[in-house]
Nanobody, 124 residues
Framework: QVQLVESGGGLVQAGGSLRLSCTASGRAFNNNPMGWFRQAPGKEREFVAG????????YYADSVKGRFTISRHNAKNTAYLQMNSLKPEDTAVYYC?????????????????WGQGTQVTVSS
């Protein structure tokens, strides 16, 4: 079973930056694609970003493209989400996720392992 632990959430002003971290462990984890999702109050879960095992392929939702950057350090089993130019509408609980294998980073249904979530709040 894969375990994921997020950190780095907090309260920031609009226009500010924040970096989220996610560390993965478990015998079922072997360079799985990783991603970030978010869920704001009253909204559906949104697929924010994904990354393959080499970091050579990435995906970004249109809502965050150009502002967020996903990366990973495989030797540390850690993924990151650098969030710049934050907006109030970015306020949400952010969840780290991973697929069960393969190299498909684009299909939300393939992300089956989840962290506990970390709150990001952006004030006006």
């Amino acid at each position: 079973q894969v375990q994921l632990v997020e950190s780095g959430g907090g309260l920031v002003q609009a226009g500010g930056s924040l970096r989220l971290s996610c560390t993965a462990s478990g015998r079922a984890f072997n360079n799985n694609p990783m991603g970030w999702f978010r869920q704001a109050p009253g909204k559906e879960r949104e697929f924010v970003a994904g990354i393959n095992w080499t970091g050579g392929s990435t995906y970004y939702a249109d809502s965050v493209k150009g502002r967020f950057t996903i990366s990973r350090h495989n030797a540390k089993n850690t993924a990151y989400l650098q969030m710049n130019s934050l907006k109030p509408e970015d306020t949400a609980v952010y969840y780290c996720s991973a697929t069960n294998g393969g190299n498909n980073i684009y299909t939300p249904a393939l992300y089956v392992y989840w962290g506990q979530g970390t709150q990001v709040t952006v004030s006006s």
